[in-house]
């Protein structure tokens, strides 16, 4: 815990809405087959299956890159990518103690994969291409016992690792042009490979799977087919199917205890098939490529992540795909809830906007927008539509029930549209863009009209308020001023000056003052009446502070920025009250619910963290 949040009470985190789902095996389901284990951000998350409920794993300064499970369960092993020029480091969590049990650091710039030992003694660690070695470590002494260049230097990257399933020595690597199988000399400290003979066939593998008895190597590759390799000998037993190959690769591979194969390739499609003849017995169509499949109880669950950052379960007899989470891909650009609810939430990100329960949390509606980011949305107060800003210069107002496109108005700023606010009265759009414009739109029964352009600011426009008589409105630009309009004469009333980008501004409930942030790191009281400075408080320690929201009643505020800290402050004494610490990258935006109680904070890594506000309202 750093100096800065030391002897602050910490925030309850509720819920994490979640999936890094471009981890190559990253879904994982624990030997007890109660909870399910993947990467979020610099974060590892256990969800339990049967009431969802969740624990977290923090340890490492970046984004988690792989994870693995050892067979008994005891111990969880995660691997970080870092800055070229950096260690990255591996960490080996006891499960028990849920705390880290060692830290490791050998490998260069990214853990590309991570493998057990059947019997809890080794593992072994696998560098990214700008490393490119492979090191076995003894868990029990935390120690390094040897380390080799993972392929030979005519070959290509190595890319995944696979433990025997009953020799703690012998393991398997592979990657482009490269198929090795090692021998741990624990004596000599060595390792010792030897190349795999697959005759003139030139494949990348991905993924690599070993049968319970040791026999042979299963091996999954971008061309779409399946390599059956004898493990004693390293000779090509089989390589299929010859007919209807894998679009897009084979991701990832699991062998059932019957012997069959699951298989999940890069176009979403992830079938049962044989493990002789590779033919396919069962087949289903998921969204995007399917990166991760885990085995539950007794070989007749299974669960699967994909890309899109979504998991299902399955059945083995039925094979029907049931969607158990949903979250973004990518950077959550801005968050919204529902004016004078706490129920229902909105988040939007690359080419979508997501609806949510806060409660449950679950994904009640999505929106998509192919091709397109979506920078910043509000709900309009009665209800009845969703307003939102995207890249192409577009305004696009959508039904928030059924997510039916209602009216868009083209080229609305020139340099895309970076932000939007809907007036109470929902009779107006007030948008700014990245040209640094204003512009005031008046929504028709049916169509709109451009009211007003007001130009004063010299760069983006970040954020946008507007006062609850609709008759005035204050935007925050990078420029570093904050302008103060009036949206009925269209003129500025005032304007606030300072060494910053402001990112963020918010009116108090009473209208007399407004509070900044920004890149530097300060948050700022200002009086609205002749701009001056009230008070100016250190934000944050480390990076500018992107997201501000204040209470309803005014007493308490919050902030989140790149220190990747939720802040709850007591408004009139400019004093931190609590700390919730679970982000895993900068925090995008934050609000709080009307009613007080809840917290929803969003950040670039895709996720979602719902709080419990520490100041309820009195009742």
């Known amino acids: 815990m750093s100096l800065e949040t030391q002897g602050v009470p910490q925030l309850e985190l509720e819920a994490v809405i979640g999936f890094n789902g471009h981890v190559s095996s990253g879904l994982r389901v624990h030997p007890d ?26 340890g490492h300064s970046n984004n988690v890159s792989c994870v693995s499970v050892s067979k008994s369960g005891s111990y969880i092993a995660s691997g970080q990518v870092t800055l070229l020029g950096f260690k990255a480091v591996v960490i080996i969590w006891d499960y028990a103690q849920k705390s880290i049990h060692a830290e490791l650091q050998l490998h260069k710039a990214k853990v590309e994969a991570l493998a057990f030992s059947p019997n809890d003694k080794y593992l072994v660690s696998l560098g990214g291409q700008d490393d490119g070695s492979i090191v076995v470590w003894n868990i029990e002494t935390k120690q390094a016992i040897c380390g080799s260049e993972a392929s030979a230097h005519i070959a290509g990257n190595c890319l995944t690792v696979q433990y025997s399933n009953t020799d703690d020595n012998v393991f398997v690597s592979a990657g482009s042009g490269t198929l090795r199988v090692w021998v741990l000399d624990l004596p000599n400290r060595k390792i010792r490979p030897t190349e795999c003979q697959i005759w003139k066939l030139k494949r990348i593998v991905k993924c690599v799977q070993i049968s319970e008895d040791d026999q042979f190597i299963f091996c999954g590759t ?24 894998y679009s897009m690769g084979v991701n990832v591979l699991r062998i059932l205890k019957c012997g069959d194969l699951l298989v999940g390739s890069g176009s979403g499609t992830f079938t049962v098939c044989s493990g002789t003849d590779f033919k396919t017995l069962k087949k289903v169509q998921l969204e995007k490529g399917v990166t991760s499949i885990a085995v539950g109880k007794e070989g007749k669950q299974f669960f699967v992540g994909t890309e899109a950052a ?57 929106i998509t927008v192919p091709n397109m980011t979506c920078n910043s949305l ?55 863009g990245g040209e640094g414009q204003v512009r005031i739109w008046e929504l ?11 130009k004063k600011h010299k760069a983006a ?15 925050a630009s990078a420029d570093g001023a904050c302008i103060i309009w009036d949206i009925v004469r269209f003129v500025s009333l005032q304007m606030v000056i300072a060494n910053t980008q402001f990112r963020a501004v918010c009116y108090h409930p009473e209208e007399y003052q407004i509070i900044t942030c920004g890149s530097d790191r300060k948050v700022a009281y200002w009086d609205v009446f002749d701009g001056a400075t009230i008070r100016e408080l250190e934000g944050s320690q480390s990076g500018s502070i992107n997201g501000m929201h204040i209470s309803q009643d005014g007493r308490h505020f919050v902030t989140g920025g790149d220190d990747k800290l939720v802040k709850v402050w007591d408004y009139m004494n400019g004093t ?35 709080w419990r506000f520490p100041h309820p309202s009195p009742s």
């Open 33 to 58: 087959t109660e909870h399910l284990i993947y990467p979020l951000g610099c974060s590892v998350i256990l969800k339990r299956i049967k009431d969802g409920k969740q624990e977290f794993l923090y």
């Open 222 to 245: 971008t061309s779409g087919d399946i390599m059956k390799i004898n493990l004693k000998t390293g000779l090509l037993s089989n390589c299929g199917p010859t007919k209807g190959k």
């Open 310 to 366: 979504q998991m299902y379960r399955f059945g083995y007899d039925d094979f029907r795909a049931e969607l158990i989470s949903t979250s973004h891909n990518s950077a959550v650009k801005d968050g919204v809830i529902c004016f004078g609810t706490s129920v229902l939430f909105a988040t939007c990100s690359e080419d979508d906007i997501r609806v949510w329960h806060i409660d449950k949390p679950k994904e009640l509606l999505r």
């Open 378 to 432: 509000d709900f309009m107060v009665d209800g009845h539509s969703i307003i939102s800003a995207w890249n192409d210069g577009k305004i696009r107002v959508f039904a928030p029930e059924s997510g039916r496109l209602v009216l868009i108005i083209h080229n609305a700023h020139r340099m895309g549209v970076t932000v939007i606010a809907g007036t109470k009265d929902c009779k107006r759009i007030v948008s700014g």
């Open 444 to 454: 028709l029964p049916h169509g709109h009209r451009l009211v007003e352009t007001m």
């Open 461 to 475: 426009i970040n954020c946008i308020k507007i006062k609850s008589d609709s008759k005035e409105c204050v935007t």
């Open 576 to 610: 931190v009250t609590h700390v919730g610490i679970a982000h895993s990258a900068s925090i995008t935006s934050i609000k709080i619910c009307s009613n007080n109680r809840t917290l929803i904070s969003t950040s670039a890594d895709g996720a979602i963290l719902r």
